[in-house]
């Protein structure tokens, strides 16, 4: 992380990224690739099964196909993302067009069987490093400001959060992350960001235009869970060491939670800016309302003239008396929930600054 994108007072505390083991989930697809094709080359060469794929050269291919297409789409299912089955179709067309580029269709059983095997290794060990290199991309920052989450291989991702927008934080570990001692952390803002929905279908029914259809004589129906989840460049994934990490995030969100005093404070400002601006704003009315003075000595009818505008400032008393009165029981408030001062020396305090509001504004209007 450069330092012209750190912020004025901001310290990197921790970098982090995640663990090896983090990403086991894309890992496994790799190694279902290659436990298949060793198992298809068993079935042609070793097993009691051979004599029944050798009929035909292209049994055995179909049967790697097949199982690896299923597979692709109950796993697309669980994981709710139909990407890992394109990427099993890709791998199934891919062989495919290299039998077929190579003129290797018409060899025997055991040659395909072979190249079964040879392809799945070769596939597998490329899904290997696209995994490492996706794993890598992640970058997470913790300052003592924010959290930033950096991901991504050919779309770069990035995401902020500061501490007092934390409204809850949730954690996970799985088996391998008990054992290694890596987790994932969520920060769930105020708005929202980092909860999605869960759905889960009863029967065997399909919903359609949001209505229920009946499939072979069973009523489908949809439940959405709020639960929480977020891509892994929009969170801690995988993170090491866990705990340590976690106590860390916990701490500095506690840090940024303002107290119920700090609170009453900043609506007490509020207000009082706005008593301000309403102030301010009535002095510029009777600002407007006066005559330009000139330095001139002028005739004592004009003097008589000059009496008249000075009436029209009369016309706004009762408004500034109103927000003086507005003024001072804000004051009043404040000083009550005020701790530690002495109300001696907050009156005293309240009018100077009172007094030197009133001296400023009166300057603008000047």
Same mark, same amino acid.
């Given at each position: 992380?450069?330092?012209?994108?750190?912020?004025?007072?901001?310290?990197?505390?921790?970098?982090?990224?995640?663990?090896?083991?983090?990403?086991?989930?894309?890992?496994?697809?790799?190694?279902?690739?290659?436990?298949?094709?060793?198992?298809?080359?068993?079935?042609? #060469?070793?097993?009691?099964?051979?004599? /029944?794929?050798?009929?035909?050269? /292209?049994?055995?291919?179909?049967?790697?196909?097949?199982?690896?297409?299923?597979?692709?789409?109950?796993?697309?299912?669980?994981?709710?993302? /139909?990407?890992?089955?394109?990427?099993?179709?890709?791998?199934?067309?891919?062989?495919?067009?290299?039998?077929? /580029?190579?003129?290797?269709?018409?060899?025997?059983?055991?040659?395909?069987?072979?190249?079964?095997?040879?392809?799945?290794?070769?596939?597998?060990?490329?899904?290997?490093?696209?995994?490492?290199?996706?794993?890598?991309?992640?970058?997470?920052?913790?300052?003592?400001?924010?959290?930033?989450?950096?991901?991504?291989?050919?779309?770069?991702?990035?995401?902020?959060?500061?501490?007092?927008?934390?409204?809850?934080?949730?954690?996970?570990?799985?088996?391998?992350?008990?054992?290694?001692?890596?987790?994932?952390?969520?920060?769930?803002?105020?708005?929202?960001?980092?909860?999605?929905?869960?759905?889960?279908?009863?029967?065997?029914?399909?919903?359609?235009?949001?209505?229920?259809?009946?499939?072979?004589?069973?009523?489908?129906?949809?439940?959405?869970?709020?639960?929480?989840?977020?891509?892994?460049?929009?969170?801690?994934?995988?993170?090491?060491?866990?705990?340590?990490?976690?106590?860390?995030?916990? #701490?500095?969100?506690?840090?940024?939670?303002?107290?119920?005093?700090?609170?009453?404070?900043?609506?007490?400002?509020?207000?009082?800016?706005?008593?301000?601006?309403?102030?301010?704003?009535?002095?510029?009315?009777?600002?407007?309302?006066?005559?330009?003075?000139?330095?001139?000595?002028?005739?004592?009818?004009?003097?008589?003239?000059?009496?008249?505008?000075?009436?029209?400032?009369?016309?706004?008393?009762?408004?500034?008396?109103?927000?003086?009165?507005?003024?001072?029981?804000?004051?009043?408030?404040?000083?009550?929930?005020?701790?530690?001062?002495?109300?001696?020396?907050?009156?005293?305090?309240?009018?100077?600054?009172?007094?030197?509001?009133?001296?400023?504004?009166?300057?603008?209007?000047?």
């Amino acid at each position: 992380m450069e330092k012209k994108e750190l912020l004025k007072n901001e310290q990197v505390e921790r970098l982090l990224s995640p663990h090896p083991l983090s990403f086991m989930k894309l890992q496994a697809l790799c190694i279902f690739v290659i436990v298949w094709g060793i198992v298809v080359w068993w079935l042609v #060469n070793s097993s009691q099964f051979g004599n /029944w794929l050798s009929g035909n050269p /292209w049994f055995p291919f179909i049967l790697w196909a097949l199982v690896l297409l299923i597979f692709g789409v109950i796993a697309s299912l669980i994981a709710i993302q /139909w990407s890992i089955f394109f990427l099993y179709l890709m791998v199934v067309l891919g062989g495919l067009g290299l039998l077929f /580029w190579q003129h290797w269709e018409n060899n025997s059983t055991s040659f395909i069987a072979l190249f079964i095997l040879v392809y799945s290794i070769i596939v597998s060990i490329a899904g290997f490093l696209i995994v490492e290199l996706y794993r890598r991309s992640h970058k997470y920052y913790i300052t003592n400001l924010r959290i930033m989450f950096k991901g991504g291989v050919l779309t770069k991702r990035e995401r902020t959060i500061r501490y007092d927008k934390i409204s809850d934080i949730n954690s996970r570990q799985g088996i391998f992350g008990q054992i290694f001692g890596f987790g994932t952390i969520i920060p769930i803002s105020e708005s929202g960001f980092g909860l999605g929905s869960d759905k889960s279908m009863a029967g065997g029914g399909v919903e359609v235009g949001g209505t229920k259809a009946r499939l072979f004589g069973f009523a489908g129906g949809g439940k959405e869970v709020q639960t929480p989840i977020a891509r892994s460049y929009y969170e801690l994934h995988g993170v090491y060491p866990f705990k340590d990490v976690q106590k860390l995030v916990e #701490n500095m969100v506690q840090s940024h939670v303002p107290t119920q005093y700090q609170k009453e404070q900043v609506e007490f400002s509020k207000q009082q800016v706005d008593i301000q601006t309403q102030m301010r704003d009535l002095l510029h009315q009777q600002g407007r309302g006066k005559p330009r003075t000139k330095t001139v000595k002028q005739k004592p009818e004009e003097d008589e003239q000059e009496e008249e505008p000075e009436k029209e400032e009369e016309a706004f008393p009762q408004e500034q008396v109103d927000i003086q009165k507005q003024m001072q029981q804000l004051l009043k408030k404040q000083r009550v929930m005020k701790p530690t001062k002495d109300e001696t020396e907050e009156e005293e305090e309240a009018e100077e600054e009172e007094e030197e509001e009133k001296k400023k504004d009166e300057r603008e209007v000047a």
